[in-house]
């Protein structure tokens, strides 16, 4: 059993920053990333970053958001700057391990204009 912790969502104006930060039990070999979700549409990935550190993100977040994680802590981070109210979603930590998906609460960010 995995357990995933976010924290860090909370409201902000377009063009300010917020940091979100995931808590897990146990990473393993896997990526972890985070997904979002918009009231009405399906979750799409935001990033995710290898066990190597190797990274993917969603095409609408490439060159403003940045994953990072310290495997010491256990904890996977996303720094969004610039923030546009198009990223208004419930953001939600992700871990896959023997073939189970694993998910956080989730945590909402809004952005207003």
């Known amino acids: 059993q995995v357990q995933l912790v976010e924290s860090g969502g909370g409201l902000v104006q377009a063009g300010e920053s917020l940091r979100l930060s995931c808590a897990a039990s146990?990473?393993?070999?896997?990526?972890i990333g985070w997904y979002r979700q918009a009231p009405g549409k399906q979750r799409d990935l935001v990033a995710t970053?290898?066990?190597?550190?190797?990274?993917v993100y969603g095409d609408s977040v490439k060159g403003r958001f940045t994953i990072s994680k310290d495997n010491a802590k256990k904890t996977v981070s996303l720094q969004m700057n610039s923030l546009k109210p198009e990223d208004t979603a419930v953001y939600y930590c992700?871990?896959?391990?023997?073939?189970?998906?694993?998910w956080g609460q989730g945590t909402q960010v809004t952005v207003f204009s």
């Open positions: 970053i290898s066990s190597g550190g190797s990274t």
């Open positions: 146990t990473f393993g070999i896997n990526p």
């Open positions: 992700h871990l896959k391990r023997f073939g189970v998906d694993y």
